[in-house]
DNA sequence: GCAGATGGTTTCAATTTGAAACCATGGACG
DNA sequence: CGTCCATGGTTTCAAATTGAAACCATCTGC
């Protein structure tokens, strides 16, 4: 599997490998979670991020092709266009959420942990979980791949 | 916040920024996701996902250095060290899966969804959500990051 | 019309990557 | 013992990617 070559990565069947061709680099993901922060301008991406404009434009028009982004010319002052996020986009909260509960637990040891709440109630989230058809939470050795459709789909 | 520069990083407190730095690249996810499959040799990490050599002797050493392989010497033949998920590589199973399913849901549209199962009861897993205290699920948009907090942890 | 803000592109040096060659160690086998 | 081969690395060097800065284009406000 070559990961610069984009026929060969389209045929790759492996969920987590196509997800992170789309978006599985440092910067993309970064302007993912600062578009759940409620960024959508160019200049706002790069002043929060740091990024270089030119690393920006490009990772920007990554993500509008990778249908994760959304670019919305706006009639507003300047005609300065938006970058919101798509349906597709918005899903990747749970990923992200879980990414950020995991840095919380085994990496800012020292802080206070989950500042997630609901909105609504005020109360934190629950810790993002794999649950089985019960509910009940499963452990990565809980979990298998289906035979079969691992075998046609050339899985993992 | 610069990327390249340990120091800042190390003061930066948004838990998606720490936990990518640690393993947010595309091979040190892929490593990660093949570890989860039960591979642990040098060569077979390299086999399995045709990474250069020494690009994989760097993330291996990366990953042993943050805490989420530990490096195994073994006895037995040809005193082949193995690299093994330690308790917090196997917490990224959530993550990793949410992405996993996200691939799934927005990549692999023309094929079979979700062949994870519990290997007890042969069930599929449920879509990994995050869930309120009282076990509802929440959108992005019923999620805020406490005030306070993020005030005193220069949040997000 | 002119200055400033914004969104982008170009340019070029510095870093990172990847392929291949090289090295070191430990069996296996004759 | 000596040779071969497998495995786990390291080194080397060309090619790709990144990042800083300069440049360009459009729109606003004055």
Redesign the interface.
Known sequence: ???KDPAALHEE????????T?I???WS??IV??A??GTRRFSDFQQA??IARNILCNRLNRLVDA?VLNRVETDEAGRRPEYR?TE?G???????????????????TD??PL???????G????P??????D?EP?????????ED??V??R??
């Open positions: 599997m070559n990961r069947c492996c969920a987590i490998t196509r997800a992170l789309q599985g680099d440092w993901l970064m979670r600062e759940m922060l991020l740091g249908g996020l597709k918005r899903d990747l909260f749970v990923a992200l959420t879980a990414l950020r509960q995991w840095g919380d637990k085994w990496i800012l802080r206070p500042a997630l709440r609901d909105r609504h109630s109360r934190p989230v629950r993002v979980q794999v649950l089985d058809a509910g499963l452990s990565l050795h809980q979990v298998m791949i289906d459709e691992a046609n789909a899985l993992p």
